[in-house]
């Protein structure tokens, strides 16, 4: 057997998983159990549609079609010096705003003189049922005989004011009935009006093609007016921009005595390029005799035998020799000592002609290295000179360039300038001499004709989605109202839910029946309700065959949901066959006495904790069943159950009696319920039908768990059989809907 703790884990976790996971089968049964309020819903959706489509009056579409070609002609045309010849795609969304462009638009309604037609005159519209305007209101209150004075008669509105108004309405109005249409890929275009008046339509749309092409030519016989007026005026400024550039060239050579500059830049280059190589020489040259030099200096200080060591000093033929010379003077010196005194005249002899070697050698060295500085300061001379050079031609190319560059920009000034003055002068002469063979760009391929059947509005299709979109919010609403609904309403969410098993319910019952519902099983007025707590006491009994459960204590989430009622109804079944004691340990809202009758300060559980009063004195056997009051209402009834002689006294109460059943108040009030439960062999928890928030029953039972209190199973509490049955919920085994035992009761 699982443990209370890993019990209420099992029920936490069932809990999440059924609200995580969709269970599509419990959407369904849901839909189906409203499914006659979803239709109904959609029916009267249905008929409303029907009626208002009915009302709606039909419009027709009339389409003239155009064809939008290019002028093929190859002198200039005007509109290329204004820039709006176009080609393609965006020429053609131009010709369809101007197409749908208010001064069109404008013109229609003038030639048509749409603003005295029913259709679009404010005027002539008729009334809404209920009429109610502000400035009626106003008028009729007579505003001007209870303020002094009057309005000014400039702020009235004159009827030229009134008369733009409704033009301006009538035109707004029209436009929105204006759809411009490409037919596919092609340069056809139609040009659609929706209206009621199918007449009107079928002229709208013709209207609409006829004034494009009149505007077009009016705008192009303008524009070819204004731009040769324009180019006339623009010449004279060109050629004196011209002159001027012209002059400005001219001066700017004399100036700088520019003949042929390309050959000076050609001259320069290549001198510069010479010297550049020279350079390089001189640089390679000054490397060599400064990588020597540093050598020497090196070792200025170390003596000329050092420097006769050094490579730069070595790599001299005389320095060679000499050093020959020396090491031969050395070795015959060193010869001769060996065989003579210092002061033989060979040894004198000897050491003479090596101090000889010795004054050579010094004597060359000096002179090579003198050489070796010599070489480094012309090198380094030769090489600055050379870079001077290098310098000065740089200097006379950039100055080259910099006349050069403003001499190109000056001619490109000069260039531009003609180019610009020969294009106007070509143009002004074409644009003149084509003025009068402009044509439009734009022809009607067909007309518009009277339309035969209305384009909108599509009734059968506005019924249908209106009927499918009143189904579908039907379904949302059963389910948004399903999923609002966080009640227990069936034995199968509380299993689900709690793992825990059902032991029974209870039937809703009547007003007539509830002034007795304490009594209910007793007086056997109610078969269905009796034959229900049978089924709990059967569940309660068979619970715990081997050990039978001595201490039952009964409690709910929340108060109202009637355990009191379960536990007494549950005593008087068990009491016809055990012998059993009810006591009400609900002290801050207790019903045994009042549901009974008992009198007046008849002492009960608390006097009893208490030890004002004795047992016998306390208990009180009504039709069989022993009972215990509450008693004297206590103001700590926690402190009073936690107490050791409330432990002992259930212990004697264990005793004495087959079975105790406890009336706990509701865990979600009161911590009562907790320590009540430690003390018990069996909980029975009571849930009230579709009034209960799962929440709180979780919460309560996990409360319960976690005590170590004996949850046994759950009581469905105030069931309403025959709503239940209609939803669909099916309470075999805990309910005898069938009335099995009424008839059998009546057979007998």
């Given amino acids: 057997m699982e443990s209370n703790a890993t019990t209420a884990s099992r029920a936490m976790t069932t809990q999440q998983n059924d609200d995580d996971e969709i269970d599509l089968l419990k ?24 009626l208002v489509v009915l009302s709606l009056t039909p419009i027709y579409r009339a389409a003239a079609t155009m064809l939008f070609e290019q002028k093929q002609s190859q002198v200039v045309s ?26 069109l638009a404008e013109r229609v309604v003038r030639e048509l003189n749409l603003t005295v ?23 009729g209150l007579n505003i001007d005989k209870l303020i002094p004075g009057t309005m000014p008669s400039e702020l009235e509105q004159t009827e030229e004011d009134l008369e733009d108004l409704i033009f301006d309405s009538v035109t707004r109005a029209f436009m929105k009935r204006i759809t411009i249409q490409q037919l596919g890929k092609s340069q056809l275009v139609e040009v659609q009006v929706d209206m009621a008046d199918k007449v009107l339509a079928a002229r709208a749309a013709n209207a609409l093609a006829s004034g494009y092409i009149e505007s077009q030519l009016e705008a192009r016989l303008e524009m070819s007016s204004s731009a040769t007026a324009w180019m006339n005026s623009r010449m004279g400024e060109l050629r004196t921009k011209l002159q001027e550039a012209e002059a400005v060239l001219q001066a700017y050579r004399e100036k700088e005595n520019l003949v042929d500059i390309g050959g000076v830049s050609t001259i320069s280059a290549a001198e510069l390029a010479s010297t550049s190589n020279r350079m390089v020489d001189a640089r390679r040259n000054r490397a060599e005799a400064e990588s020597m030099y540093r050598q020497v200096q090196s070792m200025r200080n170390a003596g000329w035998e050092r420097l006769a060591s050094i490579s730069a000093v070595l790599g001299d033929p005389l320095i060679q020799q000499f050093k020959a010379n020396e090491a031969k003077a050395k070795s015959k010196v060193d010869e001769l000592s060996k065989r003579y005194g210092t002061r033989h005249p060979a040894m004198e002899a000897a050491r003479t002609e090596l101090a000889a070697a010795q004054a050579s ?139 825990l098993p059902v032991l029974g319910l209870l039937p809703l019952v009547s007003k007539a029946d509830r002034s ?96 004002t009063a004795k047992l016998e004195e306390c208990i009180k056997n009504v039709d069989g069943v022993d009972m215990l009051s509450a008693g004297s209402v206590p103001p700590n009834p926690l402190e009073l159950l936690s107490s050791p002689r409330f432990a002992e006294v259930i212990q004697y109460l264990r005793e004495k009696y087959d079975r105790v059943i406890i009336d706990s108040p509701p865990t979600q009030a009161v911590s009562d319920a907790l320590v009540l439960g430690t003390l018990a062999n069996a909980l029975i928890y009571v849930i009230r039908s579709e009034s209960t928030a799962k929440p709180l029953v979780v919460k309560g039972i996990g409360q319960l768990l976690q005590s170590n209190a004996p949850v046994t199973g759950i009581v469905l509490n105030q069931v309403d059989i025959k709503k239940a049955m209609k939803n669909g919920y099916n309470y075999g085994g805990y309910y005898d809907y069938y009335g099995y035992s009424d008839s059998a009761k009546v057979k007998k």
């Fill in 27 to 50: 959407l369904w049964q849901t839909i189906w159990r409203r499914k006659w309020s979803i239709i109904t819903l959609t029916l009267i959706v249905m008929m409303v549609t029907v």
């Fill in 78 to 103: 005007i509109e290329q010096l204004y820039g709006v010849e176009g080609s393609g795609n965006d020429y053609l969304q131009t010709q369809f705003e101007l197409l749908k462009s208010r001064s």
């Fill in 117 to 139: 037609h029913p259709e679009f005159d404010p005027r002539q519209r008729p009334e809404p049922l209920i009429n109610f305007s502000f400035s009626d209101l106003i008028s």
């Fill in 361 to 499: 050698l010094r004597g060359q060295v000096e002179q090579v290295v003198a050489g070796i500085e010599r070489n480094y300061q012309l090198a380094v001379a030769n090489e600055n000179s050379l870079r001077s050079s290098v310098n000065a031609n740089k200097a006379q190319i950039q100055d080259i360039s910099r006349k050069e560059f403003k001499l190109r920009e000056l001619q490109r000034e000069v260039d531009s300038n003609r180019a610009l003055y020969d294009t106007f002068v070509t143009r002004l002469k074409e644009a003149s001499a084509t003025s009068d063979l402009d044509t439009a760009t734009a022809r009607i391929v067909d007309r518009a004709t009277i339309p035969t059947a209305p384009v909108k509005p599509k009734k059968a299709l506005i019924v249908v989605l209106a009927t499918f979109l009143a189904g579908l919010v039907g379904v949302g609403l059963v389910l948004l109202l399903e999923a609002l609904n966080n009640t227990f309403k069936s034995t199968e969410e509380i299993e689900n839910t709690l793992n």
């Fill in 516 to 611: 007795q519902v304490a009594n209910l099983f007793n007086t056997d007025s109610n078969k269905s309700f009796s034959e229900s707590i049978r089924t709990i006491r059967t569940g309660v009994v068979l619970s715990a065959m081997e050990e039978p459960h001595k201490i039952l204590v009964v409690t709910s989430s929340v108060p109202g949901e009637g355990k009191s009622t379960v536990a007494a109804n549950l005593a008087y079944a068990l009491g016809q066959m055990e012998n059993v004691l009810l006591i009400d340990a609900d002290m801050r809202r207790p019903t045994l006495a009042k549901n009974f009758g008992f009198p007046v300060g008849t002492p009960g559980l608390a006097n009893l904790i208490a030890g």
